[in-house]
């Protein structure tokens, strides 16, 4: 740091901050003037407070609010200040530095749950703010990254959590038909981008050396080319994610191997002889600790699309180096290539009055060419070639990925490889199944809410903790102030009936 730091006594007693000829506390009642800056935030049970000077607010904070946590991000000189003019000892109080990004976000991730996401409050110490305001800036933009995304990511699993639970459930009567492959060489992913169709004879050419693996939208364009591709990867949970392959005759697809996460919609496997179930990180890992490490399947990185999730296997399956071909990360004249599903759905939406070309138009003045998911896409594919080092080559698309080749080099070469099936215990599948589903008839059959949350609160930490999950929309909705227990119960016993349906169709089928 480089700004002059005065440390003065104030009139009644205690010290106070100058820096470059600056107050940072009252030069005649700091702790007053603390009491008083605190007054309009109190009640949050998180700070995330930027300045720390000599600590008084944080003292008036943790007095008047008595909240379970208070981050404070300070110049690294001037924590060596406060450490030892006045420090405060109190294990709530977590202190950071403005160079200790990384720490701050794994701290958080450590700490903050759906209970606490919402009562999380940022404080100012506007005498210190203006004069380091590019630090705190630029970490309060980091953190604040964060728990936009920690927040989506809660919603996201809210929305869907019965609906991944239900389809891993249904898709457990395939865990013995799923095998494990490798890839030894080179290998490209097709996507669905409007690139494509302008680049499906490099994808025959391709194929000649090396496999060919699409994500579902692709699939079908790649068909009417008379491209049958040698890997299918498909994510989605939802059932218009089956429209992806209805159509399809399954002879096609006799020797193509679908990768699909546990949570895809459950008739998709129905399709293919040769599939390969895999699932996404952090996802369903309260559903897999019941099995106690018995019903391990390959793990993937999430990314928030097909794509992401489709660079990852195919890295973790051993492939040298990828080519992508489809993958724009940005919306041309139109969003989807000719001959996808969502392509077609539009087109047969499309009439005199509403052509097609005004409907993509439409949603691209909507969306913009590269709205915030295909910025943060395209930001994902470059942290993962910047970390794992992988050579990907990026086709067709005038977005450009930053450290991708583009042009493809003629000696890429590539095979897949499958090993021997090792089977997983069935019996022991279908009595994990049997015992959530009693649990969960149990609770189906309390009498009230307190009735309710006395049997989960019960059960055993691994138990309690996929309850939980499973119902994480409810468990949401007892955040608010004035929640209806009428409600609560009509959602969680519709819920419990969704995934116990789901438990005696597998355990009946396994």
Known sequence: MNNNVEILRTENG???????????????????????????ILGYKIYIVFGLG?????????????????????????????????PIYDERIKIFGCNEKEKIIEFLESFITIKTISNIKFFYLNSLYSIFFDKYKEIEKYIKMFLDYFFQSIFTEAEFSVLWYRNAINNLININRSSSYHIEGDVAIIGAGPSLKDNLDNIK???????????????????????????????????????????????????????????????????????????????????????????????????????ASALSLLYNMGASSI???????????????????????????????????????????????????????????????????????HIGSTNKLVNAKYTIDNNLKGKIYSFKKIPKDNDFIKLK???????????????????????KNNLDNDMKNLINKILIKQELYLERKNYNPTLFLGGAFGAIDRINKAIKITIGKL
């Open 14 to 40: 205690p010290l106070t901050l100058k820096i470059d000829n600056k107050l940072i506390h009252s030069r005649f009642d700091p702790i007053k003037e603390a009491e008083k800056l605190v007054e309009p």
């Open 54 to 86: 000599l600590g008084y607010h944080i003292k008036a904070l943790l007095k008047k609010s008595n909240p379970s946590l208070v981050i404070v991000i300070e110049d690294e000189d001037l924590i060596k200040i406060y450490k030892e003019k006045n």
């Open 205 to 307: 050419k391709l194929q000649k050396n090396i496999p060919i693996a699409c994500v579902d939208t692709s699939l079908k364009p790649l068909i009417s080319y008379g491209i049958i591709p040698d890997i299918v990867i498909s994510l989605d949970s939802q059932v218009h994610n089956y429209y992806d392959f209805i159509g399809i005759k399954k002879d096609l697809l006799k020797n193509t191997i679908l990768c699909f996460d546990i949570t895809s919609y459950s008739s998709i496997p129905q399709y293919f002889n040769k599939i390969m179930i895999f699932k996404t990180e952090n996802i369903l890992t309260e559903f897999f600790n019941i099995f106690e490490e018995r019903l391990k399947i390959p793990e993937v990185l999430a990314g928030g699309s097909v794509s």
């Open 323 to 393: 080519v992508l071909i489809g993958h724009d990360f940005e919306y041309d004249i139109i969003t989807h290539s000719i001959s996808t599903p969502s392509y077609l759905k539009l087109l047969f939406s499309s009439n005199k009055l509403f052509p097609l070309h005004s409907k993509f138009y439409n949603i691209i003045l909507k969306r913009g060419k590269r709205d915030l998911f295909m910025k943060n896409l395209k930001k994902w594919f470059e942290d993962f070639i910047s970390t794992y080092k992988i050579k990907l080559y």
């Open 433 to 455: 199944l049997k015992k959530i589903h009693d649990i969960l008839d149990n609770l189906r059959c309390s009498e009230n809410i307190e009735d309710f949350l006395k049997k």
